[in-house]
Each structure stands twice: as structure tokens, then as C-alpha cells.
């Protein structure tokens, strides 16, 4: 027995909270939607906001451990709860992937590229930024972007202006533009000891600022999957990371020329691990709740060759056709409202391993 306590109700924790029930566990949510996903999954929940000091001692002090489902947790709401309660990941896994300045030197730190960038707190930044870059690049501020939100291209030194005011005048960087063949991730997830598993390279395919499609194998050179997996354990590591952890990357070129350019850190369960759900010994919902647990985590053989399709907005729609579909396995988020450039579900394609 025991209870998890989950801060965000979005439906990465109702895919934690669901694979927490067959391990025997509890989930407490806490979330400030009254309508969140994970709330109808869980055993208990609580509706309150992340600086809701007496309603963050309750949640911390009926649960073993917390985690959490969204990076952009506040730092005082971490404050509030480490004193009841240990939280997994750590506070340096939510540190350094808050803040796209302190991931890039993090990364940096462990020797993993990632794309030319320049700290812009303003316009001149912008301007001097582009001689790092070239042109065009890409503003995107350092803090809560997602799904491309947050972010403009700089077509040249005359366009700075609009791009600053597009971002909403943040702290921001800009980035070199990557003219990548493919975009891929690797999950990993780490227990408290120290034992990481990796899970096979995704190949991820984005519509719209939005991750779309997210296929295993991907379609990169053996080596470069071997490089990608290591880059994700010296991550994992290096956070003295506890659960899951995914790493976003670039892959430039091909055959002997083909490299990976690191863009993002995600300390949490991650779409482009979905596949998993239906295509290994364990999903990365599972060992994320093993690792937090301080349980011993499963190898994550792959059985499947597997294509994850995320239902965006009215791509919903397609329920009735999708669930009748051999071989798909659908996985709805039970959202109320259907919105464009929403995330309603997604489904999970399985047929006979190929490589
Ligand atoms: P997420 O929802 O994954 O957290 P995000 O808003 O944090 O997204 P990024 O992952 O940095 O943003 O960028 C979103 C997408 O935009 C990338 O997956 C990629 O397709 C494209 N992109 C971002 N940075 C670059 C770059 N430097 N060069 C080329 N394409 C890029
Ligand atoms: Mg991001
Ligand atoms: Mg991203």
C-alpha cells in the first residue's frame, strides 16, 4: 500500500494514477482545475491553487511521496510540501529544465550539444544574438513555453523589434535554426539507487508546434540510437534524477555523418513516450511510479514495432472508427471540451517487431 501524491491533474497524471492502481497504490491529485482528467482516476483529490499554503500541508501530509506531471511547478509550492513529504524528481531536475539558460549549460556541463544560442533580455540582444546564430533564428523565452507557445522566428536584425514584442517582451533566448532530418527523444527512468532503464528511441513527428506522431524504431543509424541512450542516462544521472526523464533531439544528417543536437529536458513523463503504454514490459507510467515509489524498475524490452498518434481537437472525433481498428489501442483523456490544439487522447498503432 501507500499513496502518491500527484501535483497536476492534466493527463500525464491520470496516466500515472492509472498505472499506480495495478502496483497496489493510491494517487492524491492536486490540481487547481476543478475539472482535471487525473481527478476521476484517482482515489482522492484536491482543487486549490499551488500557493494554497494549508491546502498543500493537507496534500503532502496524507501521502508517502509527491511528484509531479508539469515542470513549471512553483518553487514555493516545493517549499511548502518539502517538509512533509520527499518529492521526486528532485528540486535540480525542476531547476535546471525551467529555464531554457540553465538547461543549455547544464547540457553543456555533461557534453551534450545543443543548438548556438544568445541570453536576450532585450531588442539589442536580439541584434548581437544574430551574429551567434545567423539568421534566421528562433526567439523562444526561457520559462512555462510549450507546444511552440512562447516562441517567433527572427527573419534579421530589422525584425527584432516585432519578435521581442511577440514573445511578450520576456527573458528569452535565441537559437540557432537546426536544419534537422528528424526529430527524436529518449525516456529514461531512474530509481533512487541509481539503476536507469532506457527505453527505445521515438521518432517524433510535430504538426503545428504539437507532437504528432511518435513511432518506434526510429529510422536513425544504430549508433546514433546508442548515442541518443547515453545521452539520456548521463541526464538522468547527472540530475541525480528519481523517475521518469525524456531528453528532446535534433538528428542532423545521416548514415556516418548523422548527430544529435540536444533541444530540451523534460523532468516528467512525456508524450513521446506514450507508445510504451502497449509496446513494452513496462510503460514509462509504471517505472515512473516504481522509481517514485523507491521500487526496483522493469526492463523495458519492446515487443512491438508501434506508432502513437496524438487526437488533437476534433481528431477525437475519430473515436469510433479508432476503437473497432485492429491493433490500435485507443487512450481517451475524458477532457469535457473539445478545443483546437487540444491533447483529447491518443492512440497507440502495434504490429510485429520488424527490427
Ligand atoms: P514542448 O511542447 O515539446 O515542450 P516547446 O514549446 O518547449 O515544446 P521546443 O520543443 O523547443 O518548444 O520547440 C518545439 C518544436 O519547434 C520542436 O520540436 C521543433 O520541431 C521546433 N524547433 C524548436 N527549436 C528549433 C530549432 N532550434 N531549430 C529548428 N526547429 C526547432
Ligand atoms: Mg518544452
Ligand atoms: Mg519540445
Redesign the pocket.
Known sequence: GGTIGILGGGQLGRMIALAAGPLGLDCHVFCPDPDSPAFRVAARHTVAEYTDTEALKAFAESVDVVTYEFENVPAETLELIAPHAPIRPGAKSLAVSQDRLSERRFLAEIGVPTAAHARVDGEDDIVAGLETTGAPAILKTRRF??DGKGQTTVRDASDAERAFAAIGGQPAILEERIDFRIECSVVVARSEDGQAVVYDIAENRHENHILKISRVPADIEPRTAQEAAEIGIKTADALGHVGVVAV?LFVVGSGDDERLIAN?I?PRVHNSGHWTQDGTAASQFENHVRAVAGWPLVAPHRHFDVEMENLIGHDVDRWPDLVAEAGAHLHLYGKRDVRPGRKMGHVNRVRPRER
Open positions: 513555453g510549450y528532446e530540451e523534460a
